[in-house]
Nanobody, 126 residues
Framework: QVHLVESGGGLVQAGGSLRLSCVVSGGTLTSLAMAWFRQAPGQDEEFVAFSAKNGGRTYAADSVKGRFTISRDNAKNTVHLQMNGLRPEDTVVYFC???????????????????WGQGTQVSVSS
């Protein structure tokens, strides 16, 4: 059973940076497609970024493109989300998600993922 634990959230001023981490256990990172989603209270999960199983393809949502970057550290079984240029509207809970398929067209859809972390809160003050 794959288990995901996020960390790195916190409070930052607008324009600042945070790096989120998601540690994978019960599986190896190289065998998983990984993604980050975020969710505001009462709303559906919003896709943020994706990294294909082989670490080749990465995609980011238009709302974060050029500001957020997903990356892998296979030696530490950890995926990161580097967030720069943070804005107050980025204030939500961020989740990492994992699946065993290599790549799907539905990579930006939350229901395509079986494994989820518990989330980490990011708050950006204006």
């Amino acid at each position: 059973q794959v288990h995901l634990v996020e960390s790195g959230g916190g409070l930052v001023q607008a324009g600042g940076s945070l790096r989120l981490s998601c540690v994978v256990s019960g599986g190896t990172l190289t065998s998983l497609a990984m993604a980050w989603f975020r969710q505001a209270p009462g709303q559906d999960e919003e896709f943020v970024a994706f990294s294909a199983k082989n670490g080749g393809r990465t995609y980011a949502a238009d709302s974060v493109k050029g500001r957020f970057t997903i990356s892998r550290d296979n030696a530490k079984n950890t995926v990161h989300l580097q967030m720069n240029g943070l804005r107050p509207e980025d204030t939500v809970v961020y989740f990492c998600a994992a699946e065993t398929w290599v790549y799907r067209e539905g990579y930006a859809t939350a229901r395509e993922y079986r494994y989820w972390g518990q989330g980490t809160q990011v708050s950006v003050s204006s």
